[in-house]
């Protein structure tokens, strides 16, 4: 099992190197099922290990003139100050016994793991369908910057909640919103997510005793992913790709919430 959690590790990375986004939607269920972290605790390491390998992905593709650092910055504005707030003052304040439903008591992780579940199968149905008209856009198209600001509450919120970058979500809405090409949105999706990701994890400072052996080996791993990805980029088609991940982020989203209810 942990010979396969370091190769899970490494997928996080290699999913954020091909296709932008995805990985941080693995992070959590491989730290929870495969480690054996608490799935608070794994929000929180999510955060640092997807926001330190998407500024290495990130920084690759500034190199190669593929990110607006203009456009991350004013998402930015938004979407990290929501993301520092919520890791700060609003995830100290969720109680560990939430609710009860017909007899069953609806704890924390329980409801964390969940919510995660179906964000994960909110991200794998964008992957399968892969909709033709977010690859085919020319910058400069839209400048709804006041969608944006407010689109960058939702993914600082999301961040925040479940310690998820939210690249699926990012690069729809720079396309389509910003007219933004692909690639550029790709790379400009890494540097957001990582300032969410990195300021997140700040915010969780002094909230939980970390394992900083750990967190940094596991990230180690999942930057060579990214590295990786960026290589394999090359030569596969990201869009095959992006569709048949979807379908494996689908089956464990449902294996995720099968889980939660048999353990009810």
Do not use: C
Not at 44 to 60: D, E, K, M, R
Not at 128 to 140: H, L, Y
Not at 159 to 164: V, W
């Amino acid at each position: 099992m942990e010979i396969l959690a370091y190769i899970a590790s490494a997928l996080i990375g290699i999913s954020l190197g091909l296709i932008g986004g995805g990985g941080s939607i693995l992070t959590v269920p491989v730290l929870v099922y495969m480690f054996g972290i608490s799935p608070l605790l794994s929000t929180s390491y999510s955060l640092f290990i997807v926001g330190s390998t998407s500024l290495i992905g990130a920084f690759n593709n500034y190199k190669k003139g593929a990110v607006s650092v203009r456009t991350a910055l004013l998402f930015g504005a938004s979407s990290i100050t929501t993301v520092f707030l919520t890791r700060k003052f609003l995830i100290p304040l969720i109680p560990k016994q939430l609710f009860t439903i017909g007899g069953f008591q609806i704890t924390e992780p329980i409801l964390t793991m969940v919510l995660f579940a179906l964000l994960m199968m909110a991200a794998s149905f964008g992957m399968i369908r892969n909709d033709a008209k977010v690859t085919d856009q020319s910058e400069g198209k839209g400048n709804n910057y006041l969608k944006l600001f407010v689109f960058g509450i939702g993914i600082g919120l999301t961040t925040g909640l479940l310690g998820a970058g939210g690249g699926f979500l990012l690069i729809p809405t720079l396309v389509l919103f910003l007219g933004m090409p692909m690639k550029k949105a790709v790379g400009t999706s890494l540097l957001i997510i990582a300032l969410n990701s990195l300021i997140g994890f700040v915010g969780d400072i002094g909230h939980f005793t970390i394992d900083w052996p750990f967190l940094l080996k596991i990230t180690g791993i999942a930057v060579a992913g990214i590295m990786l990805g960026g290589v394999l980029g090359k030569h596969v088609n990201s869009d095959q790709l992006k569709k048949g991940f979807g379908w494996f982020i689908l089956v464990m989203g449902i294996y995720i919430i099968t889980h939660e209810i048999i353990a009810l």
